[in-house]
């Protein structure tokens, strides 16, 4: 329900991926209800969970090609992909006209064999339409998503690197397996072979604990905050602040005074834990090193903020206090650095100022200031004392 209604980060992912948990509760739920002796209440709960159920795999598609491709919404075709929920819903609809399910029967089969070989009617439909209908839908949704992940693999510009890279293939791991595991029961009764469905519920459990617990290590791959145990409100005191600006000042690239003023101003309203200090300075070295954005002359610390979609006070504080510059020194070593790599390559065909332009600087001023801060000496000295080498 948090995930569902939270208003920070992508809004489609955060719904598609509140779903997914949704369908996933409501199979343990009603796990727990198939030899209660309560049939009205398994009843009430199947009939309720069941078009998410119908839902959630195209749901895994979208969420996981979504992410990958940082989507913000889904095109009118892709709405096509809800058509088995609403199939659902007009399945659990209790008509006048149709037959009234027997759920001491439906629970006991489902306690006997597995959510994959309900053989009684639950609904308006035929029984296929859960026994068949359903697996076909779950395995066909996740060959899909595989097919897209593949297909992306080499796409620099549409794969996210690092953590969220991380989370997307844990996953698509844990979900292939543990749906590939739901096929067990089915074999083992093929094969006559006894097993105990209890065990299969206690797993589905694990799985969906063990993706909480990521979630609640990398909060920040949903929206940024979600359960994190930070204060928000809680200010630093006067000498732990002095202690800070000290540290920020005593940084190999000492800060101007405007940058001195606002990480001072930052220090007092903002309280991040070292994990998290840790994770956005991760996050901002791999976006910076995958997608180039220094390469973009008017790049600013609000388009970073954006694209890691978290606030500016925070970016602004990451950089001067962990990374240990200020904003315009920290870009400016990554173009100075694409330079260097470029100048052996281009210097013959191109000037200095064309490859500066190319690595973002704007100006040769601002070049020959941000070369010299970065290597102590001028480009055509530095480059003089490499071939004398």
């Known amino acids: 329900m948090h995930l569902f209604f939270a208003k920070k980060g992508n809004k489609l992912l955060n719904i598609l991926l509140s779903v997914i948990f949704f369908a996933r509760f409501g199979q343990i739920l009603t796990s727990l209800l198939f030899k209660s002796d309560q049939p009205n209440t398994l009843a009430f709960f199947h009939q309720t969970f069941t078009p998410f159920y119908y839902a959630a795999p195209a749901c895994f598609y979208l969420y996981i090609t979504g992410f990958l491709q940082d989507r913000k919404s889904l095109k009118k075709i892709e709405w096509l992909h809800f058509a088995p929920a609403l199939l659902a819903i007009i399945h659990v609809i209790p008509w006048h006209f149709s037959t009234i399910p027997d759920w001491d029967m439906i629970g006991n089969q489902l306690a006997e064999n597995g959510y994959y070989s309900l053989k009684v009617k639950s609904g308006l439909f035929p029984p296929y339409f859960h026994y068949l209908f359903r697996p076909m839908l779950v395995f066909g949704y996740l060959c899909l998503t595989w097919i897209a ?36 029961p089915i074999i083992l009764r093929s094969l006559h072979i006894p097993y105990v469905n209890a065990s299969f519920i206690v797993l589905n459990c694990l799985a969906l604990l063990i993706i909480l617990l990521y979630a609640l290590h990398k909060p920040y791959i949903f929206y940024g905050y979600l359960l994190v145990a930070v204060d928000w409100t809680k200010k630093p005191s006067i000498k732990k602040i002095e202690t800070d600006q000290r540290e920020t000042n005593a940084t190999p690239f000492p800060l101007s005074e405007e940058d001195s003023k606002r990480t001072l101003t930052t220090v007092k309203k903002i309280n991040l834990l070292d994990a998290q200090l840790s994770d956005y300075a991760l996050a901002m070295k791999e976006i910076m090193e995958v997608e180039q954005l220094y390469l973009l002359h008017d790049f600013q610390i609000i388009d970073l903020a954006a694209k890691l979609n978290i606030p500016i006070h925070h970016c602004s504080f990451v950089i001067n206090k962990h990374i240990g510059k200020n904003f315009r020194d920290w870009i400016n070593s990554y173009r100075v650095d694409h330079f260097l790599k470029q100048y052996p390559l281009k210097s013959d065909k191109i000037t200095i100022e064309a490859i500066a332009s190319e690595a973002g600087f704007k100006s040769l001023a601002t070049f020959y200031n941000a070369f010299k801060k970065e290597t102590g000496l001028m480009p055509t000295t530095y480059f003089t004392q490499e071939l004398s080498r």
Do not use: D
């Open 149 to 184: 992940v593949l297909r992306l693999k080499n796409n620099t510009q549409q794969i996210i690197e690092g953590e969220g890279r991380k989370w997307i293939i844990f996953f698509l791991r844990i979900a292939t397996f543990f749906q590939l595991f739901s096929l067990v």
